[in-house]
């Protein structure tokens, strides 16, 4: 990676890895653990673009994740509309 393109991506990559760990932080705290997640760093050196990749992960897991998710859709809609 060209040293103009590593100085541009540098907050990029710095925000990717970032939320990767706060994803991971969060999921384990709801007993969730996502095998494949990971930073698509070949993607991101390629277009400056970085992804975070959810990967594969058995059914129980995210239907947990589901299941987070709507409780908190619905604690947003309490806490906004009331």
Partial sequence: MGSALNRA????R???ADVLDDLTTVLALAGVK????????????RTGCYLIGL?????SELLR???LLRKGLRY???????
Avoid: F, K
């Fill in 55 to 59: 990967g594969c992960a058995h059914p």
């Fill in 65 to 67: 994740v589901v299941d």
């Fill in 14 to 16: 710095r925000q990717a």
């Fill in 34 to 45: 996502l095998p494949s997640i990971e930073v698509d760093w070949e993607h991101g050196r």
């Fill in 76 to 82: 947003e809609r309490l806490t906004h509309d009331g």
């Fill in 9 to 12: 991506t540098a907050e990029q």
